[in-house]
């Protein structure tokens, strides 16, 4: 029987997580290690000079041994491999992320962040990710299969599965689209604006994004923009292979 590890970046009381393992749990036997808080936007941040707490966790689901950690998505994923698992997992999942890891984006992503530290530890890993909207139908429809798939398909050292889904109804997804490329584009043009002036001349500013949909044909951008759900594989700083 398979052992797989599951964290994300969203914490561990957040419906994708939930819903990821409920799909690996057909695979194996799962264990989950998740943050006890939001940690979007964490990268690859794990913790050297401070102390880490874990907590077992009543999880939700029968069957399911589950911790919460007071570091980062990566920190759950070495503390489920070097210190919680008798034996190295076979699989690592992180997800399923409330917004999408996609194009310039990957570099800043927990989700990513937890899947390449399983690759770097000798695991087989996979990232998945939705738009950051209600509806889940395909996510649903095509998850269990994917995850099928991309479990017993070769990756290099380094790499991971990286899985988007479109947040449409399944009337509007067109299907999947496989080996997409990473886009150099971005959802937002991002700049700061200022909320407050504060004393000595300091600001406290905060980002204040601007939406746009310009990718290029053939990456994991284009493909979500058009209503598909984007599979690719990524290396460790998200550059197209």
Request: aromatic share 8%.
């Amino acid at each position: 029987m398979r052992k797989i590890l599951v964290t994300n970046d969203d914490g561990i009381d957040s419906d994708g997580l939930h819903r990821l393992v409920e799909a690996a749990k057909a695979f194996g036997e799962v264990l989950v290690v998740a943050p006890d808080g939001q940690r979007s936007a964490s990268s690859h941040c794990i913790a050297i000079h401070s102390p880490v707490e874990i907590y077992e966790y009543d999880y939700p689901i029968p069957g399911v041994r589950a911790y919460t950690c007071s570091g980062m998505p990566a920190d759950c994923i070495r503390i489920g491999i070097r210190y919680l698992s008798e034996e190295k997992p076979d699989l690592v999942l992180a997800g399923i992320n409330f917004g999408y890891n996609s194009a310039t984006d990957i570099q800043y992503s927990g989700t990513c962040g937890a899947a390449f530290e399983g690759a770097f530890q000798g695991v087989h890993s996979i990232a998945f990710s939705e738009e950051a909207k209600p509806c889940h139908e395909a996510t649903d429809r095509y998850l269990t299969e994917l995850l099928k798939e991309l479990m017993d398909t070769p990756l290099s050292y380094g790499m991971i599965h990286n899985v988007n889904f479109p947040g449409c109804p399944l009337s509007e997804c067109k299907g999947v689209l496989r080996e997409r490329t990473v886009s150099r584009s971005h959802f937002y043009d991002d700049h700061y604006k200022v909320i407050e002036d504060l004393p000595d001349r300091g600001k406290r500013v905060i980002v204040d994004g601007k939406y746009r949909e310009v990718a290029e044909e053939g990456t994991d951008m284009h493909a979500l923009i058009n209503r598909y759900v984007s599979v690719g594989v990524v290396n460790n700083v998200g550059v197209p292979l």
